[in-house]
């Protein structure tokens, strides 16, 4: 069965010239651009752990990578809003529905939102490498000890076989997904 991610799943769709549908001299026009690249990496995540057929490691990651694209997104979405008056205009011209839609997605993006640091922590720790520092560690707030202590206890385990592609440190992962935990004991 070939994957629904698969380039050739794909038979419908719409040609055009991409100035003329989504001109750069257009806020909108560049607002739903950047909509189309949200979309096009949170489609692909989505339907490669929906399928269901990767290891165990690599739909942990793509599950962390889905997360920061979603975030990302929800804090992008409520910026634009905020920054550009025909976003804004646009989002009120909107259905009911819809603005429903679009305040829920924003939400996850807010600091008031329940899941805020855990999301930011995590997106921070996927698209940058935790920070270090002496000073955060003594005072208790370095996130990456944080992490490491809450999963001191867990089995960790390195793979490895013949070629560099083999090498898979699941320590690292069980790490990983501290970032996403809701505990705040070390906070």
Do not use: C
Not at 28 to 39: F, H, K, N, Q
Not at 129 to 136: G, S
């Amino acid at each position: 069965m070939t994957s629904k991610a698969d380039p050739k799943t794909r038979n419908r769709g719409i040609g055009f010239k991409i100035g003329k549908a989504f001109s750069a001299d257009d806020p909108i026009g560049r607002w739903s651009t950047v909509l189309a690249m949200a979309a096009n990496n949170t489609i692909y995540l989505n339907v490669r752990l929906i399928e269901g057929d990767l290891p165990p490691e690599l739909s942990m990651y793509y599950f962390r990578l889905l997360v920061a694209h979603f975030f990302e997104a929800a804090q992008w979405l409520s910026n634009t809003r905020s920054t550009w008056p025909q976003v804004d205009q646009f989002i009120d011209s909107l259905d009911a529905a819809n603005q429903q839609r679009f305040d829920r997605i924003t939400e996850f993006g807010s600091q008031r939102h329940r899941f805020y640091a855990n999301l930011s922590r995590s997106r921070a720790t996927l698209f940058h490498y935790p920070t270090m520092h002496p000073d955060r560690d003594a005072a208790g707030a370095e996130e990456l000890a944080n992490a490491m202590r809450e999963v001191a206890d867990a089995d960790g385990w390195i793979e490895g076989g013949s070629d560099y592609a083999s090498f898979r440190a699941t320590f690292a992962d069980e790490v990983a997904l501290q970032f996403l935990s809701t505990s705040d004991r070390h906070r």
